[in-house]
């Protein structure tokens, strides 16, 4: 239903405003927990005032009420100070299960790769409770419907490295080889790249190099044919590091390979557009 909305949603605004503020004071000095408090206050809060106001999107929400915060960026956060505040008390990861549900049942026609991060999102807070059983049913379902998204292979393979109980390097190489026997996986030299971590962790050195070929082959491919080289990592960038920056409240669409504005040096794409 409606509401007037020259009276509460203008009041709800403000509340809204004032919760994004503080849980921003929080993040500018990296403490994970006093950044999710108010959030979390804030995101029912959201959801009321979308529905109320009859936006029909979040960046629909953005452009009829032009915060200070961007509500488009600031549930790119949300997500990740979740999981950051999780690390610290696991009762965050149940409020991550609970916040990317909710976005995903509301608003999973936003935006493609926003809705793929909740969705990993979603598997990864489950995973470190301890529940491989519904990570495993996530991904079956997600894959089965589009088997082709290659940084789903990655994340269902990410759970098995490092949130699902006692890393098991040997699933998360099936699930990374599965992917790369989808005839054009999206992102397969991304696949390539966590194949050859997973394998260079493990001292499998011949396996490593014949991965490093294909990367090198693919590269100077993609060199030929785009104009632009693809940069190898071989550090840890599974986590989201915790944020000590102004946060992003306008501008555009950050490029999956451009650097991550958060200041970690690793592209967007493998921090905090995972």
């Known amino acids: 239903m409606i509401v007037s909305l020259a009276v509460k949603p203008n009041a709800e605004l403000e509340r809204f405003q004032a919760l994004l503020a503080e849980g ?23 959801l009321r005032l979308v529905e109320e106001t009859g936006s029909k999107s979040i960046r629909g929400f953005d452009k009829k009420f032009s915060p200070e915060w961007l509500a ?9 100070t979740l999981w950051n505040a999780g690390l610290k008390d696991a009762a965050f990861f149940r409020e991550g299960i609970r916040f990317t549900n909710d ?11 926003l809705t793929e991060n909740m969705r990993r999102a979603l598997a ?14 996530f991904y079956e379902d997600w894959l089965t419907r589009d088997p082709k998204w290659g940084w789903g292979w990655i ?6 490295r490092f949130d699902c109980g006692k890393p098991d ?8 080889q599965r992917g790369l026997a989808i005839s054009d996986v999206r992102d397969e030299f991304d696949i390539l790249e966590r194949l050859h971590t997973l394998y260079d962790d493990q001292g499998r050195d011949t396996e490593a190099e014949a991965i490093r070929k294909r990367l090198d082959e693919a ?24 944020h000590g920056i102004e946060p992003i409240r306008t501008g555009p669409k950050i490029g999956r390979n451009q650097p991550c504005p958060c200041g970690s040096g ?9």
């Open 103 to 113: 976005y995903l049942s509301r608003f999973s026609a936003e935006d493609d790769l």
């Open 266 to 274: 690793k592209k967007y794409k493998k921090c905090c557009g995972r």
């Open 124 to 137: 990864s807070f489950h995973c470190r409770l301890g529940e491989p059983d519904k990570v495993d049913t």
């Open 72 to 80: 488009f960026t600031w549930v790119q956060d949300m997500e990740a």
């Open 155 to 160: 994340g269902w393979s990410d759970c098995y």
């Open 169 to 176: 390097p040997a699933r998360a190489e099936d699930l990374l």
């Open 219 to 242: 590269a100077a491919l993609d060199a030929r044919h785009a104009g632009h080289h693809h940069h190898h990592h071989h550090e840890e960038d599974h986590f989201v590091p915790e």
């Open 24 to 46: 921003y004071g929080g993040w500018d000095d990296n403490d994970a927990i006093r950044a999710s408090t108010p959030w979390l206050q804030a995101w029912p809060l959201f």
